[in-house]
């Protein structure tokens, strides 16, 4: 049986097995079983994973990123955590059980005519109200760790927007360089023919051939980045290399022109990084009041019961009552106050920093947006499509005689960056609006 070339390397690999040995068969020759088994499981082996492609927008990709992550993030911040330091700030102290014995050893007496067993079992009762601090202080640290964790998505939510808005970027530059490429490959092919024929001179079939190989180097160049771009989204989201993704949501112009004194009214109410803080706060001032408690001392009340020995003077059981009352003299929990009361400080000044750090990213996000907004919407306004019209028409004129070559590749070259600034002020003004989004703490509607 005679096979083409073409048509062998375009089997797959995981038919490399059953091709030899049917080739072996034609020729008479014959495998024996283990060959053919070691055979066809080296190809098995060889075969290449199904390529799979994954349709996802960029709402799915946020999704995507945080299902696939949301476990590690939570354990990494110590949610789970700061749960069990609640439970384990509501609850009692243990009492205490002690059993002894006593006996007299004078005028003939011993542990087995004179000996007394006694059980007693204390309680610490804590006063001022200690517990109760102790479980307002750890209810706000979890509400604290689940503020700081919802920031670290907020902040990880904005990379992945950004990492799917680079890739999108990249599709349209390779989109817009293989245009340039296939118009002036065709331009190419023309002017060769015009060459050969004596119509045009070779320095000027130089000048466009460079111009070809030009934009095929911005071609690679794209596609390099393109690669590079859909590897940290891959990375983000936890998808294998295999995967090819193809992204649905549209890389377009939408405006929005939000409201700045709302925007931080809302980002100064709703942003995690801001409750974080203040609950950090309200942690710090139970933690104060605690400490003043301390400087109550706490009750032990204690109970027991004695059992004489069968030779004792009156040979009965006795019950014990005693209360423990710590005098503080010279302990008042002093230290402890003053450093929550530092800690309080501390609280109140990182508080009064992150408000003021919203404050300036909200306000330096808006005004980055309207800047962006302005150019994106000054190329709208006719210049993207001068640029290309001017293009069609300097090239129509080269063709006719009307135009020299200089005037063709000027204009290509200038259709060519005006399109690739256009691109760049839409992801700028796309970035600019997910800052602004980062900024409040939430997603600005259109």
């Known amino acids: ?18 091709i030899a040995c049917c080739s072996l068969l034609a020729m008479g020759l014959s495998l024996p079983a283990s060959a053919a088994t070691d055979l066809s499981e080296k190809a098995a082996a060889t075969a290449a994973p199904a ?18 992550n949301l476990d590690l993030l939570m354990a990494k911040f110590g949610i789970e955590s700061a749960k069990g330091q609640q439970i384990t700030a509501k609850l009692f102290p243990n009492p205490t059980v002690s059993i002894g014995t006593l006996s007299a050893y004078t005028q003939g007496r011993n542990i087995g005519n004179s000996g007394q067993l006694f059980g007693q079992v204390q309680q610490l009762f804590e006063l001022a109200g200690k517990r109760g601090y102790r479980i307002e202080s750890a209810g706000f640290g979890t509400q604290s760790v689940e503020a700081a964790f919802e ?37 190419l092919d023309v002017n060769t023919i015009r060459f050969k024929k004596g119509y045009i001179a070779e320095v000027d079939l130089i000048r466009i051939r460079l111009q070809f190989i030009d934009f095929q180097s911005q071609v690679i160049q794209s596609i390099q980045e393109g690669d590079t771009a859909r590897g940290d989204l891959r990375q983000l ?36 990084d801001v409750r974080s803080k203040r609950f ?80 300036n990213e909200v306000d330096v996000a808006y005004r980055n947006l309207l800047q962006s907004r302005r150019l994106v919407e000054a190329f709208l306004g006719g210049v993207l499509d001068d640029a290309r019209s001017t293009f069609t028409i300097v090239e129509r004129a080269y063709e006719r005689g009307g135009a020299t070559i200089l005037d063709l590749l000027d204009a290509a070259r200038t259709s060519r960056t005006i399109q690739q600034n256009y691109f760049e002020a839409l992801f700028s003004y796309q970035r600019h609006v997910i800052q602004l989004e980062s900024a409040v703490g939430q997603e600005i509607l259109l």
């Open 151 to 187: 920031d670290a998505v907020r902040q990880l939510t904005f990379t992945v927007k950004d990492a799917y808005n680079r890739t999108q970027l990249a599709q349209r530059r390779l989109a817009l360089a293989e245009e340039n490429r296939d118009r002036f490959s065709r331009i």
């Open 51 to 68: 390529a799979t492609t994954l349709r996802i927008s960029l709402d799915d990709a946020v999704a995507l990123f945080l299902r696939q």
């Open 280 to 359: 950090t706060m309200s942690q710090r001032e139970a933690e104060l009041k605690l400490a003043r408690a301390y400087r109550i001392p706490d009750v032990t009340v204690g109970g027991g019961y004695a059992v004489q020995g069968s030779k004792g003077p009156d040979n009965q059981g006795q019950l014990a009552l005693n209360l423990g009352l710590p005098l503080p003299l010279f302990n008042r929990n002093q230290g402890g106050i003053v450093q929550a009361e530092v800690a309080v400080q501390s609280a109140e000044a990182d508080l009064s920093k992150t408000l003021n750090q919203v404050e």
């Open 1 to 18: 049986m005679q096979y083409d070339a073409r048509a062998m390397k375009a089997q797959r690999c995981r038919c490399v097995g059953l």
């Open 237 to 272: 989201l936890r998808v294998s290399p295999a995967t090819g993704l193809e992204l649905t949501s549209e890389f377009d112009y939408k405006r929005i022109d939000p409201d700045i004194n709302r925007l931080r009214t809302m980002a100064l109410d709703a942003r995690p």
